[in-house]
């Protein structure tokens, strides 16, 4: 349907676009028009250049010392990972510090390797260990450091392509932060599933617990895949244990455990994710392209894909971390999967 | 800080971003980076273009026949009036059907003038009359129509960039609703505030009312300015009445009621915001630049930014429609007003 | 099974009951035990005793003329109609005021007869016309007032047999209330359904609305009947506009419309009710024993029965109010109807 | 004030009662009207009679042999230790069971010796090892057995003094349950706090953790003892971890840990709790009138007391598991601490 160029040149002028010449471009039939392609980011290609950060760029200097990970499908400056999620590869140094700010943006931290780095949230000091999982929710306060020996490196994953997005992204720089004396506080009053503190009950607007040990979730997982059927998937939600709610409001964390030889299929869902390999090696299929994971490799799964994931080991389990954008679309109430 | 170009080299080949050269940007200082510009769009400019539409384009190609108010901070094949609104003008003539059709995307109409048109959402036949808030949820089957004599227009609000955005929005055609014989039947069964029908209590997850008539939202505001304060605003908002909470899970809207010479200033927040005008004439001022508006008129109201409207009229009452992301800032937790 | 005397005395010197002797009794199989029974109590008959009250007991002595319904089921000092409502029918003459106290306890009022009384609710002065519903929720103070020229009836509603079984009721006397200017000041805050003033947006635990005029119930209940389907029940629930929840924490109030010649039947529930007859005369049926109701006659149902009421006019509707304990029971999930 | 004679008779003939002469019973000031009394009862004089009652009574006509605390400021035959909660202490002998049934009451049991006894619940097949809190929710199937060498005694606790009350109280007899194969099967999906099966996330109606081993409850309780100030309550609610709320709608449990020589204190408040002693021996005050407690014992904590606790080892921490009525006096909003 051609316009009269006088007809367009109007439009033009009044900031008008006619919406049939894009509607099916914005509500296409069948599948949603995705930019975000299925892609693996091999730990082994990634590691180097994070190493290398560490020499060029001192930390003073960068803030935070990331590496970001771009789907292909976008352009590169957009930093999105997935539509809703950033995901960077951090490293601090011996002796290193990044300093105290908060934001609006939600972020969550996976340790992939090193010891003795902490980060500090909201004046609590907690250990960084391979595949912890810790929380820095929107607006909460956090800096982390690393005082011992060894090199830490992290996953960041956060929701601020949303926050940008919405025009509502900012962030505040913060005085260095004195910790409490009680390291780690939270996992010391949040131990066992279904008990908390009496004087917490019933508090639904807070974040009570912001470190989940790996080696706790490790043990839950193995104790699940006691507890269910030999079909079952053991796949736990990482939950606020005084509200069962997922523990960010936009982003949903979960720990998926592949026994060996075990393959696995996802429902097509109208979120997106991200896969981290905490252990183990296997493959991924989307949509019927297939990736081969190895430790500490990230996935990025597309909205409205098809998903199995494989085990190829028959002797040991494989551990994947999951970080996905369910929690946002369920609030809003667009989540859907498709039998 | 110059990086080396075979590392740059590097990271791009990777599709990898240093997050240190974005992380101002992405999570600036003080405020957050805004596109989306104050906007004003005049009826007076808009309908003759609107109409002109009716003339060049049939309905049966166009599937909505809408012109799209593309914010001028945005480039203009966005679709974006404010950072997750999508604000359209649609016409429809004497005769004419927008055939039944749902997405995954929020819709409401505001109608502007003419009389006789009507929606169908999901088999509930609602009158259009101007100033009446109408509902599309997400999901929700909807046609138009158009059987008496004159053309009818209104106001489409939809939370589609957003949609978009997270890559899941889709549509599905259907056929020609059969709207079942009780028109207009939610507005029968919810009346009175405070009474719903004794089967539908404890109901969360529907969408019971479908249409607010501008003739009762303009009752209760002249109401609501006996009983509230003088200084007080007159401002109301919609709602679902089985669970009190605003009746999208992204758009909130609302109506104001500025006395003659009124002025009423609100708090900078992080929301953003549409004014549409329903009846008279004032100013707005957003962050200290002026937009005079008349009846019917559509101003943007950016995030993070001081707004005060004034109706400049000593005698009559103004009446504005508002359309803001409050709900969906409320439900991901970063909503906030500034004092 | 006989016990040993000596083993019977030592149970009975320790405080101990043997639980096989009664669990048949605190259990039974198929219905509960009960001792509320279905009753009448016919205003012609109690409306003599109260004004004769009038006559013999000064308010100031009586701080709340009242005579309570008290079950034939129940010892009279029980003050129970039903297992946890208590109901009086209470007086007021022109020129008394009932003084200023708030309790533990919830109540409501449902006026009978007269006009020009007002009851004072945390500070808001409600006018009280015949067929008005007031709410004046546990720990609010509350006092009544009447200063024209006739009688005020009206009848009580209270969860007092439940907080007095909890041992937890307690009241506190107070000073005058000084009632700000705007009388009946939220209804005009919270007239059409779906409205409800911006700055009260997701408030959930405040009674915003405290009055619900017969007026307004009335024609809700009128347009209910052009909305609904022929043979479905014209039934409406009082609910707070800012929760869609039923408006007291214990008890649910709903208005019922029996169209000319309509017979319907509830099913048999885990709820008990009282009726109050506001209009219209017929009869009620409970597990098959009959009740002829009519004005201002009011009628105890029990937990566990059948009930079918009956308008026994072929050309006017009757309207009937219920009160009763579902809310109470669904809070604490052993709410059941079956089928 | 003395009301004419005729006129008494008048009322009791109609089942009305003058409100005025019982108000200030049913609403007093200051302090709500109290049978229930302070009361404590030893194990030592409890064990043996339970143990009779054993020989006493056969299974088959007990169908739950337990004796049942009375507060002695209660009529014995009204079988409430407290004023909504029941508590009963039962015996199971080896090679006994106590048959299927379910009821609207919901009921928990607490270990307090024996080994090798199992409660089937819908299913699932618990252990019994003493300090185990086993729940069976109203509604819930629930049969007891035990068939290794040694009796079984655990304390019941049930809401049944509020359904009865209510004339709600009712029970069903059922088949024998064929327990699945899964042994504790929720404790497995149940572990860490935060975690929680994936396919599980947002279930609000459910009771997914039905066994609270004591082994981990004392381990969160003393690693609890290191996370919080020496100062601090070192108390933990035990909550559904799908929904971080009270495991029961009506009654609350916690467990509470007195360090060697601690005294603790509570706020007077409007919630009446039971008190079992896990292990340890000290002392409690309840408005001023001393109980002497050890292993085992019970105490019963009338509404609006003030409770102060002791350990009196100053080696040994002491451990008591508490039952209250907090949770039904919030659900309905009455629930208050006093300062």
Tied chains: 1, 2, 3, 4.
Excluded at 21 to 44: G, H
Aim: net charge negative.
């Amino acid at each position: 349907m051609t316009l009269p160029t006088d007809y367009v040149a109007a439009l033009a002028s009044q900031h008008l676009a006619p919406l049939w010449a894009s509607i099916r471009t914005l509500i296409p039939y069948d599948l949603p028009a995705r930019s975000t392609v299925p892609a693996l980011w091999r730990y082994v290609d990634l590691r180097p250049l994070l190493v290398r950060s560490g020499e060029l760029v001192p930390i003073e200097l960068a803030e935070r010392r990331a590496l970001v990970l771009c789907n292909p499908g976008h352009p590169r400056e957009n930093l999105r990972a997935a539509p809703a999620i950033f995901i960077g590869l951090q490293l601090l140094l011996p002796g290193e510090a990044a300093t105290n700010h908060r934001h609006t943006a939600s972020a969550l931290r996976f340790i992939v390797e090193g010891s003795g780095g902490h980060t500090t949230v909201d004046g609590e000091k907690l250990p960084m260990e391979p595949g912890d999982l810790i929380l820095t929710p929107g607006g909460c306060w956090h800096e982390h450091d690393q005082q011992s020996g060894e090199p830490v490196i992290w996953m960041d994953a956060l929701d601020v392509p949303l926050i940008y997005y919405l025009e509502a992204s900012m962030s505040e720089a913060g005085e260095l932060q004195h910790a409490a004396a009680g390291l780690d506080a939270s996992a010391t009053r949040f131990r066992r599933a279904g008990l908390v503190p009496y004087r917490e009950l019933g508090s639904r607007d807070r974040y009570p617990l912001l470190r989940f040990p790996w080696r706790d979730t490790k043990q839950a997982l193995q104790d699940l895949a006691r507890g269910v059927a030999h079909d079952s998937a053991v796949h736990l939600a990482y939950v606020n244990p005084l509200t069962g709610e997922e523990c960010l409001p936009t982003l949903g964390c979960s720990a998926l455990m592949l026994r060996p030889g075990e393959e696995r299929s996802f429902p097509r869902r109208s979120a997106s994710a991200v896969l981290h390999v905490v252990e183990g090696s296997g493959d991924a299929e989307i949509d019927g392209v297939s990736f081969a994971w190895a430790e500490h490799d990230i996935v990025v799964v597309p909205t409205h894909v098809e998903l199995t994931v494989a085990n190829r080991s028959s002797t040991s389990a494989a551990f994947l971390f999951m970080v996905d954008d369910a929690p946002l679309q369920r609030r809003i109430r667009i989540y859907r999967e498709f039998s």
